[in-house]
């Protein structure tokens, strides 16, 4: 990865919306040490990937950062304002020259609950970065192993606490799930419940195909709606596509799966615990074919 632009964003709401984005050096810091987004992981974010300079799936984006931040009982984020910065951004990176052959961009939004001292409102910032074209792993696929997450199905209504289904920047348990998928020579991870549902990867929404229909987990699970896999489930009109529940057998049982992400797109799994499983190249680009032509 690599840091092209950093806005920092006035929250506080006494300001007009262009006057609230501030241009930093992205070598520059931002956030103090006694932030809670950095001490307590107390905080919530986004990333949207660019595409003809645009980024994608915004509007969805910005939904799921305000449930995001209502799970965590954050102020709402002023939406016109993130709008604005990620839409800034997404421009800028796209710019001619901005990108190295093999490179594409992306914006990351970050909103923390602020200072845990001076309690003077929540902190933001916009970050565009250069990450690797998708197109290879696309191709070729990644290796999965099934993790139990170690909660019930039901863990967003029995414990709300524990947030599961928001898009917290408190990600040390799915980093440390993809350390072990490597320990284990995967690439990736798929979580199950303690009770046996299919729920989600760290970085990622599941789709599986079973009886030719493609189904993902419903976000009552605690999970994260997927913006990526709504959208292909949107663009491929002539599949049925369902929300809903899965057990760890389904995963057997599914004929294909993908995992989506925004960054990524959809990313055909092509083998599970060890196991081959098959890759459909032709459904993977007709995926991704919607993917990359959204205009939102």
């Given at each position: 990865m690599r840091?092209?632009?950093?806005?920092?964003?006035?929250?506080?709401g006494?300001?007009?919306v262009?006057?609230?984005i501030?241009p930093?050096d992205p070598?520059e810091?931002?956030?103090r040490?006694?932030?809670?987004?950095?001490?307590?992981?107390?905080?919530?974010?986004?990333?949207?990937?660019?595409?003809?300079?645009r980024?994608?799936?915004l509007?969805?984006?910005?939904?799921?950062?305000?449930?995001s931040?209502?799970?965590?009982?954050?102020?709402?984020p002023?939406?016109?304002?993130?709008?604005?910065?990620?839409?800034?951004?997404?421009?800028?990176?796209?710019?001619?020259?901005?990108?190295?052959?093999?490179?594409?961009?992306?914006?990351?939004?970050?909103?923390?609950?602020?200072?845990e001292?001076?309690?003077g409102?929540?902190?933001?910032?916009?970050?565009?970065f250069?990450?690797s074209?998708?197109?290879?792993?696309?191709?070729?696929?990644?290796r999965?192993?099934?993790?139990?997450?170690?909660?019930?199905?039901?863990v967003?209504?029995?414990?709300?606490?524990?947030?599961?289904?928001?898009?917290?920047?408190?990600?040390?348990?799915?980093?440390?799930?993809?350390?072990e998928a490597?320990?284990?020579?995967?690439d990736?991870?798929i979580?199950?419940s303690a009770?046996g549902?299919?729920?989600?990867?760290?970085?990622s929404?599941?789709?599986?195909?079973?009886d030719?229909?493609l189904?993902?987990?419903?976000?009552e699970l605690g999970?994260?709606?997927g913006?990526?896999?709504?959208?292909a489930?949107?663009?491929?009109?002539d599949?049925?596509?369902?929300?809903g529940?899965?057990?760890r057998?389904?995963?057997d049982?599914?004929?294909?799966l993908?995992l989506?992400s925004?960054?990524?797109?959809?990313?055909?799994?092509?083998?599970?615990?060890g196991?081959?499983?098959?890759i459909?190249?032709d459904?993977?680009?007709?995926?991704?074919?919607?993917?990359?032509?959204r205009?939102d």
């Amino acid at each position: 990865m690599r840091a092209l632009l950093l806005f920092r964003l006035d929250l506080s709401g006494t300001s007009a919306v262009e006057e609230s984005i501030h241009p930093i050096d992205p070598r520059e810091p931002i956030v103090r040490a006694t932030d809670l987004g950095v001490n307590r992981g107390d905080g919530v974010f986004e990333t949207a990937v660019v595409r003809g300079g645009r980024p994608q799936a915004l509007e969805a984006h910005l939904t799921r950062l305000e449930r995001s931040a209502a799970l965590m009982e954050l102020p709402a984020p002023r939406r016109d304002l993130w709008r604005a910065a990620v839409l800034r951004a997404a421009a800028a990176v796209s710019l001619p020259g901005v990108l190295e052959e093999g490179e594409i961009a992306s914006v990351k939004f970050v909103m923390t609950r602020g200072d845990e001292f001076d309690q003077g409102g929540p902190t933001g910032w916009v970050l565009g970065f250069a990450g690797s074209d998708p197109s290879a792993v696309r191709m070729r696929g990644v290796r999965a192993v099934v993790l139990d997450r170690g909660y019930r199905h039901d863990v967003m209504q029995s414990a709300p606490w524990l947030l599961q289904g928001a898009k917290s920047l408190a990600y040390a348990v799915n980093q440390a799930a993809l350390r072990e998928a490597a320990r284990r020579g995967a690439d990736d991870v798929i979580f199950v419940s303690a009770d046996g549902f299919v729920l989600e990867g760290p970085r990622s929404t599941l789709i599986a195909r079973i009886d030719g229909e493609l189904v993902t987990p419903p976000a009552e699970l605690g999970v994260l709606p997927g913006t990526t896999q709504a959208d292909a489930f949107s663009g491929i009109t002539d599949v049925p596509t369902r929300i809903g529940v899965l057990m760890r057998d389904d995963l057997d049982r599914a004929d294909a799966l993908w995992l989506c992400s925004s960054t990524r797109g959809a990313v055909p799994v092509g083998q599970v615990d060890g196991a081959e499983r098959f890759i459909d190249h032709d459904m993977t680009a007709r995926m991704n074919a919607a993917l990359d032509a959204r205009e939102d």
